[in-house]
C-alpha cells in the first residue's frame, strides 16, 4: 500500500491542476445530490484537501 501512496502523491504534485479541479467536481457533485444541504462542510472539505496536494495551489 505504501508504494500506491506514493504514486499518488508524486501524480498529485505534477497534477496539481488537475487534482484540485477534479476535487473541485466531486465536491460539486457531492453537493448536487445532498440538494446543497451541506455546501459549506463540502466546500471547507474539498478546500482543505486541495490545500495538502501538489503544490498546494488551488482552483479557487
Not at 10 to 22: L, R
Not at 34 to 51: E, L, N, P, R, S
Amino acid at each position: 500500500m505504501g508504494d500506491f501512496m506514493d504514486k499518488a502523491k508524486d501524480f498529485a504534485d505534477k497534477h496539481d491542476k488537475q487534482v484540485d479541479q477534479g476535487m473541485e467536481k466531486a465536491g460539486d457533485m457531492a453537493d448536487k445530490r445532498t440538494g446543497g444541504k451541506y455546501d459549506d462542510k463540502i466546500d471547507k472539505g474539498v478546500d482543505q484537501a486541495q490545500a495538502r496536494t501538489g503544490e498546494g495551489d488551488q482552483v479557487r
